[in-house]
């Protein structure tokens, strides 16, 4: 029995992902948009011209490696920080030291992972060295800088932003994995070509989620009697049986998700708008936040137009509360399609925020008295409620009263479209304002 000897190759012992680590640009694997021949960042690289930069994309696409590859191709010396293990104290001692190469002629890249990870602090404490030059700063981090980064450290980089590798550049990936003697180059794997394909797509463009599913398969694949390892579908389907689908519920992806979803319900588009909803719901979201988004697109987005839209939404939303997913799924799924097909009207959401401008922009009058409480008698003595004019006691329940402050008479904030049933509702509010007009000429 072959025993693990401390003495044993390290390469063999290190996962797939981490042998083929790619260590020239012609090895890396995707960015064409960054990296392909006369591209802007190859040029900075090539032309030793590197600054500091963030690099902002999904996991598995890369921004280790290019970091190290920068490094390798500039001649810098390389310093890898953590989030979590580094603070300010650390980040102090290892800038000193850059600094102190720095006079003796070596450059030195540090590279953040998960830069979004440190506070505002810790980044701080590299902003005098990246003014003064002392070190070359390569940030990665897969959430949108613009918030995660501080603005003044945010100034002095230049944001590269990195894609999702295509099912192809996945797919070349994995037969090189094959074919590669960092890989399986020294074993003869027999693995159909559609199965390829089918772990790229389940990969969902992370090569590393690529690599290591491929060497899940190859290692429980069918040994054969010529020594070959033959990897088959019933194998495959086994290691794929889940996708981790790529969603943070804290992060762009989560916002961007839920803005898909609202826009194509508002451009009445059922089939795409249940597609981001499972999408959702599969990445592990709270079934409670898409119906409370959903309740609130029934009054935004279609209003009067289909008062029952709100009911059905809010009662989603209970569905959800009572039995929770997966069985909810299909209450949501109705709520969704409801709200796709029904007609949209934006009246009310206008018509709030015209009012809100007006409320936060014009002097806070006070408001008229004969729209004011009366509950004492120093009020009815101040004229609290004097000339109020109840409605039940006209025949028409209507007044010619005004409940408007002096400078806003003759506001409309409300202005009704003709869809759906706020049809309805324009011409109701266009016969009480006339109504009302004719009642204060005396006609």
């Known amino acids: 029995m072959e025993q693990t000897s401390m003495f044993m190759d390290h390469d063999v012992l290190q996962p797939l992902a981490a042998r083929l680590r790619p260590q020239t640009l ?8 960054l990296l392909g021949p006369g591209k802007v960042l190859r040029r900075l690289i090539e032309g030793d011209m590197i600054s500091s930069m963030i690099f902002w994309g999904p996991p598995g696409v890369g921004k280790t490696t290019l970091a190290r590859i920068i490094a390798g191709r500039t001649r810098s010396a390389f310093v890898d920080f953590s989030a979590v293990t580094s603070g300010v104290k650390e980040i102090r001692a290892v800038m000193q030291q850059a600094e102190s190469a720095r006079q003796l002629g070596q450059r030195t890249i540090v590279f953040v992972d998960e830069i979004h990870r440190f506070n505002k602090a810790q980044q701080d404490a590299f902003l005098p060295f990246v003014e003064k030059g002392s070190i070359i700063l390569i940030g990665a981090t897969t959430e949108n800088p613009s918030f995660e980064v501080n603005s003044a450290l945010l100034s002095r980089c230049r944001v590269f932003v990195l894609h999702a590798l295509g099912t192809e550049e ?12 960092r890989g399986f180059g020294g074993q003869k794997v027999v693995m159909p070509e559609p199965l390829l394909e089918a772990i790229a797509v389940f990969s969902n463009g992370d090569a ?14 069918d040994v054969q009697a010529d020594g ?11 290691c794929t049986s889940r996708r981790s689908l790529l969603y943070d519920k804290k992060g762009d992806g989560h916002y961007d998700l839920i803005s898909a979803l609202h826009k ?6 059922p089939d795409a708008a249940i597609y981001w909803m499972c999408r959702m719901l599969e990445g592990g979201e709270d079934p409670l936040y898409i119906a409370r988004r959903v309740t609130r697109f029934a009054a935004e987005d279609i209003g009067l137009a289909d008062p029952r839209a709100l009911e059905i939404a809010v009662a989603a939303y209970q569905a959800c509360h009572y039995i929770g997913m997966p069985e909810c799924s299909v ?5 969704v399609v409801y709200m796709s097909l029904a007609p949209k009207s934006n009246a009310l959401y206008v018509a709030y925020e015209a009012a809100k401008k007006d409320a936060a ?12 409480n009366a509950p004492t008698t120093l009020m009815k003595q101040l004229d609290y409620g004097k000339g109020y004019q109840y409605a039940h006691d006209a025949q028409e329940k209507l007044t010619a009263m005004t409940c408007l402050p002096e400078s806003l008479q003759g506001r409309a904030y ?30």
């Open 170 to 181: 996945v797919t070349a990936l994995l037969h090189r994995a094959l074919t590669d003697s």
């Open 361 to 372: 922009q014009q002097i806070a009058e006070p408001v008229p008295l004969h729209i004011r």
């Open 228 to 238: 070959s390892t033959l990897v088959t579908e019933e194998t495959v389907a086994q």
């Open 208 to 221: 590393r989620t690529a690599l290591s599913t491929l060497e899940m398969v190859v290692l429980n694949g």
């Open 331 to 335: 209450h949501l799924t109705e709520a």
């Open 264 to 269: 194509s319900m508002r451009n009445s588009d």
């Open 26 to 33: 012609e090895e890396f694997a995707g960015q064409a948009h």
């Open 414 to 443: 409300y202005r009704p479209t003709r869809e759906g049933v706020e049809g309805r509702f324009a011409d109701r509010l266009s016969e009480i304002n006339e109504w009302k007009r004719k009642a204060r000429e005396g006609k």
